[in-house]
């Protein structure tokens, strides 16, 4: 490589100095989830013959020709726009390649190609330089791991890297979403545009500049989802027009939305018996469209289904730990004359809010139950109630038949298997260890 003319060496750095170059181009976009430059281990400089340990990532840069020079100076740009603007880079510092179709001029098939004339190998000095070497093929793969799993090089610049727009300002999940960010530092805005509205959607992405875009926006019912039975062109507008249109929206801009949908699109089956531990899984079919809600929401899943830049999350029977709010789980049937008892799914939003942020940032798609582990019925749960809020605390039980008389709509009861979501998260507590950890034991008022 000494040979290498400095006029052609340049043209490494010349990429990332010449407007309009690649990074500043990323910069602007704002939008880039990966900025992988490909540079090379010869920014290292020569090895000691010596050497017990090889370069390692913080080894200085000692190039000693004009092509790892300019290679040394190209990486300082891309880190200078990581530190500087979040830029998400990762640099690669990989050896010679070799693999089918090389150019001829390259070591192996140079000597493959000469010995097969007969020719003299030519050796530079006396033949006891060593060098490193990769298959192209593994290469490959390097580049896709990479690509999917590698932490950015400029870690603490990777939280500014992030920006999200959050659809559900005003809303339960959509205000946690917005607490959680501030927590962990992560830039976000609210989204102004109404979901059907495609052009205010548009006006949202082009001034927020996301790199993920959330959906906690929907019409969910005041007082509860029985609403939804005497509005039903306002609950499509928003729960079919306004979902779709977002994700078609996202779609057009390259962004993956994190969508909180429900669970509550299926009942409990042949297939899936009570209390027979056996849950719905992300590929089974909504059976439950007894109420409008749930069946706007299964619609919607299903089309949802063609947009691979789309993440479902089916929440379910959502609780968090503030048990003021009468949106809560623990609160709502902590509140009622009677209430049921069926042992059901449900989602802790203090534990699992974050890990969709986290989900957001691992690039997950498709669809997934978002739901602990494990099922808990309404009584264990006022059972918990009791024990740690209120000791004189109690309840009375009436029948699913009796309940319908008080609704409008029937409600849907199941077990969603949140097995997928556990093999990503394999930390996350089943629904009764969550309740005790998140909910109870934050708000314990007895000495249990
Ligand atoms: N809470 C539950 O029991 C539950 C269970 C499972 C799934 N989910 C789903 O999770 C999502 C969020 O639920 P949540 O409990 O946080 O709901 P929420 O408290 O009722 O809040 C709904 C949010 O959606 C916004 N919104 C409604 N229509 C809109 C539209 N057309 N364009 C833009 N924003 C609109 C509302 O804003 P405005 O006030 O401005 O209208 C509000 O901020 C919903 O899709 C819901 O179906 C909820």
Not at 39 to 64: C, I
Not at 205 to 222: D, L, S, W, Y
Not at 315 to 322: C, F, G, H, Q, T
Not at 426 to 446: A, C
Request: with cysteine; proline share 6%; aromatic share 8%.
């Amino acid at each position: 490589m000494s040979t290498t003319p400095l006029v052609t060496a340049l043209n490494s750095l010349k990429q990332y100095i010449w407007h309009p170059c690649p990074l500043e181009a990323c910069k602007t976009t704002g939008q880039i989830k990966r900025f992988i430059h490909v540079s090379t281990d010869e920014v290292y400089g020569e090895t000691e013959e010596d050497a017990v340990v090889g370069n390692h990532e913080a080894s200085q840069l000692l190039p000693t020709n004009p092509y790892s020079a300019t290679k040394a100076g190209a990486e300082m740009l891309v880190m200078a726009y990581g530190r500087s603007y979040g830029l998400p880079v990762i640099t690669t510092r990989g050896n010679n390649v070799y693999g089918p179709n090389q150019f001829p001029e390259k070591l192996i098939p140079k000597f493959i190609l000469l010995a097969m004339k007969g020719k003299t190998l030519p050796i530079h000095g006396d033949g006891s330089n060593v060098r490193s070497y990769l298959y192209c093929e593994d290469v490959a793969e390097a580049f896709e791991v990479i690509l999917h799993k590698a932490p950015r090089n400029n870690a603490p610049a990777q939280k500014s890297s992030l920006k999200f727009l959050i659809y559900g300002r005003t809303g339960w999940i959509g205000g946690l979403l917005g607490k959680i960010c501030d927590k962990q530092g992560i830039p976000y805005e609210y989204g102004r545009g109404r979901l059907q509205e495609r052009s205010q959607l548009l006006a949202d992405i082009q001034t927020v500049k996301p790199t993920h875009v959330f959906n906690a926006a929907g019409v969910t019912g005041r007082p509860n989802v029985d609403w939804c039975e005497t509005h039903k062109p306002e609950t499509i507008r928003t729960n079919v027009v306004g979902t779709l249109t977002l994700a078609d929206v996202c779609r057009e801009h390259g962004l993956l939305v994190i969508n909180y949908a429900t669970g509550c699109i299926f009942e409990f089956d042949d297939a899936h018996p009570l209390g027979s531990g056996i849950g719905f899984k992300e590929e089974d079919t909504p059976n439950f469209t007894g109420s409008f809600y749930s069946k706007t929401k299964a619609m919607v899943e299903e089309l949802l289904k063609e947009y691979d830049n789309v993440c479902t999350l089916r929440v379910r029977m959502p609780i968090s730990s503030d048990l003021s709010n009468p949106r809560n789980f623990i609160t709502k049937i902590s509140r009622y004359n009677k209430v049921v008892n069926i042992p059901n799914s449900m989602t802790i939003l203090d534990e699992l809010l974050p890990i969709s942020v986290e989900m957001a940032k691992r690039n997950c798609r498709g669809i997934w139950n978002f739901t602990n582990p494990g099922v808990v019925s309404h009584n264990e749960i006022l059972e918990m109630y009791k024990k740690y809020i209120d000791p004189s605390f109690n309840w009375v039980n009436f029948t699913l038949e009796e309940q319908a008389k008080v609704i409008v709509a029937p409600r849907s009861n199941n077990e969603l298997d949140a097995s997928k979501l556990k093999r990503e998260f394999p930390e996350m507590l089943s629904i009764k260890d969550s309740l005790i950890k998140y909910v109870f034991e934050p708000n314990k008022k007895t000495s249990a």
